[in-house]
């Protein structure tokens, strides 16, 4: 069975960092589009970052505007992982935090075909 597993969240002050990872099995992901959603307390799913395979056989990455220059999305395909480093948290970074994989490119409006289960990040002010 395909799944993946979200670890690292946890409470933290504003201006703090935090490595969220993300262990897939099952499947290899190398080839697949993997990346990170956030869900605060009332709101829908936004995304936040995302890495992809692109012809140039290089990973490209995509950021939201609200975490560019804050968080940094890599992985290791040896553990079949993704990893999102949290660098000057605020609180308004406050949610669960959601990996997802797509067979070639996670972006707004664009539902992934594999979900994690969450993992919750709360940043105090």
């Known amino acids: 069975q395909d799944r993946l597993v979200e670890s690292g969240g946890g409470l933290v002050q504003a201006g703090g960092s935090l490595r969220l990872s993300c262990a897939a099995s099952g499947r290899t992901f190398t080839t697949y589009a993997m990346g990170w959603f956030y869900q605060a307390p009332g709101k829908e799913r936004e995304f936040v970052a995302a890495?992809?395979?692109?012809?140039?056989?290089?990973?490209?990455?995509d950021y939201a505007d609200s975490v560019k220059g804050r968080f940094t999305i890599s992985r290791d395909n040896a553990k079949n992982a993704v990893h999102l480093q949290m660098n000057s948290l605020k609180p308004e970074d406050t949610a669960v935090y959601y990996c997802?994989?797509?067979?070639?490119?996670?972006?707004?409006?664009?539902?992934?075909?594999?979900w994690g289960q969450g993992t919750q990040v709360t940043v105090s002010s």
């Open positions: 890495t992809r395979w692109s012809r140039n056989n290089v990973y490209l990455a």
């Open positions: 997802a994989a797509h067979p070639v490119r996670i972006q707004p409006g664009v539902n992934p075909h594999y």
